[in-house]
Each structure stands twice: as structure tokens, then as C-alpha cells.
């Protein structure tokens, strides 16, 4: 069996998963925990993200701006738009003169619950894991993000 060195005198074998696989098997377990955790406060993940995006905007966002936040995971760009709406409805988010979104009262209340949820989802998510060890691996993942990238030139 080949086996090659790495960094920090451990060896990969082809027996190994592919980094794909593991990275994707992480990813789908990190989303299903927190689209459940969400779900028990009733919020969905896209309305997570509304809210973040709309709370940090020192004036709110229009349903535009809201539209051209990025949105992970290769979900279409209107589903935030209508996570939005499902705020407005809800009483979590107002429509200024002006049309734009910003956060009610109870709408920053309802974010904080989420806040305090999605705290919980990462500790449990990161289990013993270090926070150096996290750091290493976010930035493994996107080495090799960036050296893909490189190929595409």
C-alpha cells in the first residue's frame, strides 16, 4: 500500500475516503441539525439568513438588496426574498416608506432565540473539537477551494 506524508508527519492511504465525500457527508449533517434546530422555533434556514443579512444593514435592506444576497448551497436567489415575505407576514419584519425590510421587535427577539439556537448547533457540531482544530480544517477546505479555483484560469 502507497502511502504519502503529510505536514504533520501523519500518512494518507488511498483507503481514505475522498475529501468530497467527507466534506459533503459534513456539510448535509450540519444543515439537517440546524434546519431541525430552526424548526423547533419555527424558522427555516432561509428566514436565518433574511434575518442576518437585514439586522447588519445599518438601515435595513429593500426586497432588492434582499434579492442579491448571496445564498448558499445552490438554492435559488428568491428564496430569501420569500423567506422575507414569510417575516413580513409573521410580524417579524416591517416595510419602511422607503421599502425597506428592518427588523420588529419581535422579529429581534425571534432572533435572538434562533441566535441562541444555532450557539447550541455549533457546540454540538464541534463536539471535543478544537478551535484550533476547526480553524485547521476550514482552512484546508478552502486551500484546496482556492487551488481548484487556480486550475480554472
Request: avoid cysteine; charge should be negative.
Amino acid at each position: 500500500m502507497t502511502t504519502v506524508s503529510t505536514p504533520q508527519n501523519r500518512t494518507a492511504t488511498p483507503s481514505q475516503p475522498p475529501i468530497a465525500l467527507v466534506a459533503w457527508g459534513a456539510t448535509e449533517a450540519i444543515l439537517r441539525h440546524s434546519q431541525a434546530a430552526l424548526a423547533r422555533i419555527d424558522v427555516t434556514q432561509p428566514q436565518w439568513w433574511a434575518l442576518n443579512n437585514i439586522v447588519r444593514a445599518e438601515h435595513g435592506l429593500t426586497r432588492e438588496e434582499v434579492r442579491a444576497v448571496a445564498v448558499p448551497y445552490g438554492m435559488d436567489t428568491e428564496v430569501i426574498v420569500h423567506a422575507a415575505d414569510a417575516l413580513v407576514h409573521r410580524g417579524w419584519l416591517s416595510i419602511g416608506t422607503d421599502g425597506r425590510l428592518t427588523l420588529t421587535e419581535q422579529g429581534r427577539e425571534g432572533l435572538a432565540t434562533a441566535k441562541d439556537h444555532m450557539a447550541r448547533v455549533r457546540a454540538e457540531f464541534l463536539g471535543d473539537i478544537t478551535e484550533e482544530e476547526y480553524a485547521a480544517a476550514v482552512s484546508v477546505l478552502q486551500r484546496v477551494t482556492d487551488n481548484l479555483a487556480q486550475t480554472l484560469l
